[in-house]
Each structure stands twice: as structure tokens, then as C-alpha cells.
């Protein structure tokens, strides 16, 4: 699982674990969110210029689309 502190619009990446390419229905991500994130909240996920929204569920995690996991990287957002 990769993980994330979300400060106000801040986002950074936490942990160390390593995302190996094209895994399927495998990566989750875990978003610790600051007090004004309230209600649904969803991520952003990009490679190569194709973007997938996510609605988090109720502990502030998802999968990651297994379509954004590339080389050499991803964005999060």
C-alpha cells in the first residue's frame, strides 16, 4: 500500500513500499487527511495524460487504476 498525508492542498507521499509495474487489482492507497477534507473525497490518478477518479471509501483509501501504473511513474493528485 502506498501512502499519503493530505495537509489543506498539500499532498506527499509517506512510505517506502515499492509499486511494481502493471499489477492489477493489487496497489491500494491510503490518504491521511487533515480536518477540512469532510464528506466524499476523491483521488486523482494519472499517467500519459489519461486521468481516473476514485472516490475514496470510509477509511480515506482506494485502489490505484491498475492503468496508471506505468514506468517510469504515476501521478496522484
Avoid at 492507497?29 to 489519461?50: P, Y
Wanted: proline share 3%; charged share 25%; glycine share 6%.
Amino acid at each position: 500500500m502506498i501512502e499519503f498525508n493530505v495537509k489543506n492542498q498539500i499532498i506527499e507521499r509517506t512510505d517506502n513500499f515499492r509499486v511494481v509495474a502493471d499489477s492489477r487489482n493489487y496497489l491500494s492507497a491510503q490518504f491521511n487527511l487533515s480536518e477540512e477534507w469532510i464528506g466524499d473525497v476523491t483521488a486523482v490518478f494519472g499517467f500519459g495524460g489519461r486521468f481516473y477518479n476514485v472516490v475514496l471509501d470510509e477509511d480515506s483509501t482506494c485502489v490505484v487504476p491498475f492503468e496508471v501504473i506505468k514506468m517510469p511513474d504515476f501521478s496522484v493528485s
